[in-house]
């Protein structure tokens, strides 16, 4: 059957409510074809999420309105083989994948949601190469210039540095993608005044649950953001469809879907391209 996620605007809404409200989803989702398997609590937002597997989108609607009558705010479609990326066995995992409020002193990024996004630089060994060290380093010290100037205007934060790239991580996913796309600006913006030393990027994303450890990041969600900077062009930007479905309504330039074969996926993945130049719609 599809796989749906939907959104709920519960500002307030305690866990033990909500525990109550997907108990409710259980007992009638039977007479209506209908498995909710998870729901998320983002209580720092005040939004609830439920991953529900449904013969239609009004058959999952049916269920909470029988439940509870608390229907969703919206409530799309999403790509089974993306989810197990970002979550691995979703049968094995608890109903509730809570992301608790922040603590004094605690940043946004903190949360245990992330978009994830990868750079890196085309032929950073041929520069070093063409125009020695001393030049090259230069070079790598505007890129690095450019793209921390970004990520703070968008509050990204740095995961780590790989040499030609960055890795860096975002509590919100249309951040991440307006972050993608001011990067790209401002390195087309730096090469048209400097043509003899263009610098040029290609740019991953993905969105998930990652694993913490060490002031690192790890898991399938880096895995993807990684995979997908991989097989970007130079000048583009690649993402999971599940950054294109979390940042519906946001009117953000998307081209169509698409799909790539990525190593360590079984399967083909749906993918998006971001517009970024200026003037040119989706």
């Given at each position: 059957?599809?796989?749906?996620?939907?959104?709920?605007?519960?500002?307030?809404?305690?866990?033990?409510?909500?525990?109550?409200?997907?108990?409710?989803?259980?007992?009638?989702?039977?007479?209506?074809?209908?498995?909710?398997?998870?729901?998320?609590?983002?209580q720092t937002r005040g939004c609830v999420f439920c991953l529900v597997e449904a013969s239609s989108k009004e058959a999952a609607?049916?269920?909470?309105?029988?439940?509870?009558?608390?229907?969703?705010?919206?409530?799309?479609?999403?790509?089974?083989?993306?989810?197990?990326?970002?979550f691995g066995d979703i049968k094995e995992a608890p109903a509730l994948m809570s992301i608790a409020p922040l603590q004094t002193?605690?940043?946004?990024?903190?949360?245990?949601?992330?978009?994830?996004?990868?750079?890196?630089?085309?032929?950073?060994?041929?520069?070093?190469?063409?125009?020695?060290?001393?030049?090259?380093?230069?070079?790598?010290?505007?890129?690095?210039?450019?793209?921390?100037?970004?990520?703070?205007?968008?509050?990204?934060?740095?995961?780590?540095?790989?040499?030609?790239?960055?890795?860096?991580?975002?509590?919100?996913?249309?951040?991440?993608?307006?972050?993608?796309?001011?990067?790209?600006?401002?390195?087309?913006?730096?090469?048209?005044?400097?043509?003899?030393?263009?610098?040029?990027?290609?740019?991953?994303?993905?969105?998930?649950?990652?694993?913490?450890?060490?002031?690192?990041?790890?898991?399938?969600?880096?895995?993807?953001?990684?995979?997908?900077?991989?097989?970007?062009?130079?000048?583009?930007?690649?993402?999971?469809?599940?950054?294109?479905?979390?940042?519906?309504?946001?009117?953000?330039?998307?081209?169509?879907?698409?799909?790539?074969?990525?190593?360590?996926?079984?399967?083909?993945?749906?993918?998006?391209?971001?517009?970024?130049?200026?003037?040119?719609?989706?």
């Amino acid at each position: 059957m599809p796989l749906y996620m939907d959104r709920h605007e519960a500002k307030g809404v305690t866990p033990e409510a909500l525990a109550e409200a997907h108990e409710k989803d259980l007992a009638c989702q039977g007479r209506h074809g209908v498995n909710y398997k998870h729901y998320w609590h983002d209580q720092t937002r005040g939004c609830v999420f439920c991953l529900v597997e449904a013969s239609s989108k009004e058959a999952a609607v049916a269920v909470h309105r029988e439940a509870h009558g608390l229907l969703a705010n919206e409530i799309i479609e999403v790509d089974p083989n993306t989810v197990r990326a970002f979550f691995g066995d979703i049968k094995e995992a608890p109903a509730l994948m809570s992301i608790a409020p922040l603590q004094t002193g605690e940043t946004q990024e903190d949360t245990a949601f992330r978009a994830i996004l990868f750079t890196d630089l085309k032929g950073s060994t041929a520069l070093t190469n063409e125009l020695g060290d001393d030049k090259a380093m230069e070079l790598l010290r505007t890129h690095n210039a450019i793209i921390r100037e970004e990520l703070k205007e968008h509050s990204g934060r740095e995961v780590k540095h790989t040499g030609d790239g960055f890795m860096a991580c975002f509590a919100s996913v249309r951040q991440s993608v307006e972050c993608a796309i001011a990067i790209l600006q401002s390195f087309d913006s730096h090469n048209k005044k400097n043509q003899a030393s263009a610098l040029y990027l290609r740019i991953g994303l993905s969105a998930g649950e990652p694993v913490a450890e060490d002031e690192d990041l790890f898991g399938a969600t880096i895995q993807l953001a990684a995979r997908l900077c991989a097989c970007a062009e130079p000048e583009q930007i690649i993402v999971a469809s599940v950054v294109q479905e979390l940042c519906l309504g946001k009117k953000l330039p998307f081209k169509s879907p698409g799909t790539r074969s990525l190593k360590g996926f079984d399967r083909a993945v749906t993918v998006y391209e971001v517009e970024w130049r200026e003037g040119k719609e989706s």
